[in-house]
């Protein structure tokens, strides 16, 4: 089964493989599960985006509701900003330049995770989740094989970096590609420019978004970065179109 929708103004699709689980005994109890992901999805934007004139998002940048009046879906969002900039050395800031808060460099990972544990809650055991190239994934698209996240060249989108295999995690790219210089180093108040793109594989999208945020806002320095802080695998891009890849060592 695919499904795909709009969601945070960014095409966005649903794989459910129909090998085993709800999708495979039940396909209307697994799209029904897919439209309630969908829905949360919109949720989060309703509540998160910049550009929604009703967001409580906007409400706290006009100094309409107080940050410690806030729902408790912001303080989660807030409260992993938090640990991020402190894990960073405040390389990792949802404060922007302009003073404002702007919680994209968490959000979209947290409510895509959310999204899919959804979906796994309703019994559906195999599930890819893309959103703009963010990806959270499930078990596999055939017993015993891993899904196949490609990452895209910074430099040239119709080409192919890497290919990582992952059943059970998320994974998330920060660059300029998609969005131009967007991402900045909250340490200086400036554009991060250090990378044209930083991929980080880790045990969910909400952690695998952050990692590669705040890895890109360090520049040089994140590689190894997130690696140290959760990610189970990592690859830099850097402006010149050379390449570095980081494993986590194994434990013990």
Same mark, same amino acid.
């Given at each position: 089964m695919?499904? !795909? @929708? !709009?969601?945070?103004?960014?095409? /966005?699709s649903f794989h459910l493989p129909e090998h085993r689980g709800t999708a495979a005994t039940d396909p209307a109890a697994a799209r029904a599960a897919v439209d309630a992901a969908v829905d949360l999805l919109h949720e @989060? *934007?309703?509540r998160f985006s910049r550009h929604v004139a009703t967001s409580e998002l906007r409400a706290v940048r006009r100094g309409d509701l107080d940050i410690s009046r806030v729902s408790a879906d912001m303080r989660d969002v807030l409260a992993l900003a938090d640990e991020a900039r402190d894990a960073s050395s405040g390389a990792f800031d949802v404060t922007g330049p302009d003073? =404002? =808060?702007? !919680?994209?460099?968490v959000v979209k990972g947290w409510a895509v995770q959310r999204a899919a544990d959804l979906v796994a809650c309703r019994g559906v055991v195999d =599930?890819?989740?893309?959103?703009?190239?963010? %990806? @959270?994934?499930?078990?596999?698209? *055939?017993?015993?094989r891993p899904w196949a996240v490609a990452v895209a060249d910074p430099h040239d989108r119709t080409r192919t970096a890497a290919v990582v295999h992952? /059943?059970?995690? #998320? %994974?998330?790219? /920060? #660059?300029t590609a998609e969005r131009g210089t967007h991402v900045w180093d909250g340490r200086t108040g400036r554009p991060a420019r250090g990378l044209? /793109?930083?991929t980080v594989v880790a045990e969910t =999208?909400?952690? @695998?978004d952050i990692l590669a945020t705040a890895g890109f806002a360090l520049g040089a320095d994140g590689l190894g970065w997130v690696v140290r802080n959760g990610a189970a695998w990592a690859l830099e891009i850097r402006p010149d179109g050379t390449q570095a890849q980081a494993i986590r060592p194994p434990r013990g």
């Open positions: 695919r499904v !795909t @929708a !709009t969601v945070m103004g960014i095409p /966005s @989060a *934007e309703q003073g =404002l =808060l702007d !919680t994209d460099g =599930l890819c989740v893309n959103v703009g190239g963010d %990806v @959270a994934v499930r078990g596999g698209p *055939e017993p015993g992952v /059943s059970d995690g #998320g %994974v998330a790219t /920060s #660059g044209a /793109s930083l =999208l909400t952690r @695998a």
